[in-house]
């Protein structure tokens, strides 16, 4: 290939987060090759809740939560479980977020998480505004309902954990203050929080191919291929696909759950592992839903996706080869039946995505420590979606080698 071609930036992984960092990219004038197997939205990005959940600073793993893991672990079908077929190779990870709930890394971990989501907010809105992208949005809120005072009460110390930082919200302490903002939910939910600017886009895959269009008019070029290795050299970075080698001047990986296959290529050893999340989506919407509800207490959300309504939710850790175990997406859509009375169950579509995890809730966003022409932007978990018009704005202030908007220290992927 000729020297123009090594000018060539290639974006590794169309999902969210992968094709916001090339249209970020190519809006400031790069020649940029976006790689995936599948396509765009192939993966996770295409069948999450929808939700920009900027509110979301609390990391999974928060100091005592080690005291009821086990209960929840060996639950196949609680909120957070443990595949057994899978436990022996999910020791290391389980190490590093034991190591992250220490009272030091926690608090570090949601400042940081706090300096992301505020970036992201604002990066959000400036890419709504840059690609017209309004009418794929919904600026509905969110509310977190809870079962009687005690379940709120404990929940008390994330709302102040939030106020701490910044972010607006209303608690409610009587159901008829939960009608006023959902009405017809079940009558055992009595407290909850409000977050009136928390925001939805109307379908996770239009908006991440709304985003494609908008890069491919830009110039920018998509390809089908499966990346097999990065190697970079003196000259650039080459990378082996499917459809042949490439080279770049500078490579971002941006893979998702598979993320941490291709950082190995290249030396780096990363503890990325899958929160696997199931949903069932409804065509039709048979409950009218006015808001974003989380059920906090079960681990599940339900949301407007297009004219109907998303089931989803729950963490398996269970890698990415295991069989789906559907059973956790029909309870899910029957605890619904009981929550939204006339809510309709039949004629849903089920579905499992890999949410990219790392041990501390937080994404790994910097330069390899083998290559300072390979950007890492991969490890979201379930905030992907939230933090992706953020992540973008850091991947191409890397690229172009100025500094980022916010300190990148907590984000890198030395700090394992």
Same mark, same amino acid.
């Given at each position: 290939?000729?020297?123009?071609?090594?000018?060539?930036?290639?974006?590794?992984?169309?999902?969210?987060?992968?094709?916001?960092?090339?249209?970020?990219?190519?809006?400031?004038?790069?020649?940029?090759?976006?790689?995936?197997?599948?396509?765009?939205?192939?993966?996770?990005?295409?069948?999450?809740?929808?939700?920009?959940?900027?509110?979301?600073?609390?990391?999974?793993?928060?100091?005592?939560?080690?005291?009821?893991?086990?209960?929840?672990?060996?639950?196949?079908?609680?909120?957070?479980?443990?595949?057994?077929?899978?436990?022996?190779?999910?020791?290391?990870?389980?190490?590093?977020?034991?190591?992250?709930?220490?009272?030091?890394?926690?608090?570090?971990?949601?400042?940081?998480?706090?300096?992301?989501?505020?970036?992201?907010?604002?990066?959000?809105?400036?890419?709504?505004?840059?690609?017209?992208?309004?009418?794929?949005?919904?600026?509905?809120?969110?509310?977190?309902?809870?079962?009687?005072?005690?379940?709120?009460?404990?929940?008390?110390?994330?709302?102040?954990?939030?106020?701490?930082?910044?972010?607006?919200?209303?608690?409610?302490?009587?159901?008829?203050?939960?009608?006023?903002?959902?009405?017809?939910?079940?009558?055992?939910?009595?407290?909850?929080?409000?977050?009136?600017?928390?925001?939805?886009?109307?379908?996770?895959?239009?908006?991440?191919?709304?985003?494609?269009?908008?890069?491919?008019?830009?110039?920018?070029?998509?390809?089908?291929?499966?990346?097999?290795?990065?190697?970079?050299?003196?000259?650039?970075?080459?990378?082996?696909?499917?459809?042949?080698?490439?080279?770049?001047?500078? &490579?971002?990986?941006?893979?998702?759950?598979?993320?941490?296959?291709?950082?190995?290529?290249?030396?780096?050893?990363?503890?990325?592992?899958?929160?696997?999340?199931?949903?069932?989506?409804?065509?039709?919407?048979?409950?009218?839903?006015?808001?974003?509800?989380?059920?906090?207490?079960?681990?599940?959300?339900?949301?407007?996706?297009?004219?109907?309504?998303?089931?989803?939710?729950?963490?398996?850790?269970?890698?990415?080869?295991?069989?789906?175990?559907?059973?956790?997406?029909?309870?899910?859509?029957?605890?619904?039946?009981?929550?939204?009375?006339?809510?309709?169950?039949?004629?849903?579509?089920?579905?499992?995505?890999?949410?990219?995890?790392?041990?501390?809730?937080?994404?790994?966003?910097?330069?390899?420590?083998?290559?300072?022409?390979? &950007?890492?932007?991969?490890?979201?978990?379930?905030?992907?979606?939230?933090?992706?018009?953020?992540?973008?704005?850091?991947?191409?202030?890397?690229?172009?080698?100025?500094?980022?908007?916010?300190?990148?220290?907590?984000?890198?992927?030395?700090?394992?």
């Amino acid at each position: 290939m000729g020297q123009s071609e090594n000018t060539e930036i290639l974006v590794i992984g169309a999902g969210i987060v992968g094709v916001a960092a090339a249209l970020a990219l190519v809006g400031e004038g790069h020649k940029v090759r976006l790689l995936d197997r599948k396509g765009v939205a192939a993966e996770t990005s295409r069948g999450n809740a929808g939700a920009f959940a900027f509110a979301e600073v609390e990391p999974l793993a928060t100091p005592g939560i080690m005291r009821k893991a086990p209960k929840w672990l060996l639950d196949p079908l609680g909120p957070l479980s443990l595949r057994p077929a899978y436990a022996l190779q999910i020791l290391p990870w389980m190490l590093h977020f034991w190591r992250a709930t220490s009272k030091s890394r926690y608090e570090a971990a949601v400042a940081a998480q706090s300096a992301m989501m505020q970036l992201s907010s604002q990066a959000l809105e400036r890419l709504i505004g840059r690609v017209s992208g309004e009418p794929l949005m919904r600026r509905e809120g969110q509310m977190q309902v809870y079962e009687g005072r005690a379940q709120f009460e404990a929940s008390l110390p994330a709302w102040e954990q939030r106020r701490r930082h910044g972010i607006e919200f209303r608690l409610l302490e009587s159901a008829g203050a939960l009608a006023e903002i959902q009405p017809g939910l079940s009558p055992r939910f009595t407290h909850g929080g409000y977050t009136p600017t928390w925001m939805n886009t109307v379908d996770p895959a239009l908006w991440t191919e709304h985003l494609a269009r908008a890069f491919t008019e830009a110039g920018g070029v998509i390809e089908t291929a499966e990346v097999q290795s990065v190697t970079p050299g003196a000259a650039g970075v080459e990378v082996a696909t499917s459809a042949g080698v490439r080279r770049a001047a500078q &490579v971002v990986i941006a893979a998702g759950a598979w993320s941490h296959r291709l950082a190995r290529t290249l030396g780096d050893r990363i503890p990325l592992d899958t929160e696997r999340g199931y949903n069932t989506t409804f065509p039709t919407a048979s409950f009218d839903l006015r808001t974003h509800l989380t059920f906090s207490n079960h681990g599940f959300v339900v949301s407007k996706i297009g004219e109907g309504l998303r089931v989803g939710g729950a963490v398996e850790l269970g890698g990415l080869n295991l069989p789906p175990n559907y059973r956790r997406a029909e309870l899910l859509v029957r605890k619904t039946v009981e929550f939204l009375p006339g809510f309709d169950p039949t004629g849903g579509t089920q579905w499992m995505g890999f949410r990219p995890s790392l041990p501390d809730s937080l994404p790994v966003i910097g330069r390899s420590p083998k290559s300072d022409r390979v &950007v890492y932007a991969f490890g979201h978990g379930h905030l992907g979606l939230t933090q992706s018009a953020g992540t973008a704005e850091l991947v191409a202030a890397l690229v172009a080698r100025r500094a980022p908007a916010i300190s990148l220290a907590p984000f890198a992927a030395e700090r394992f």
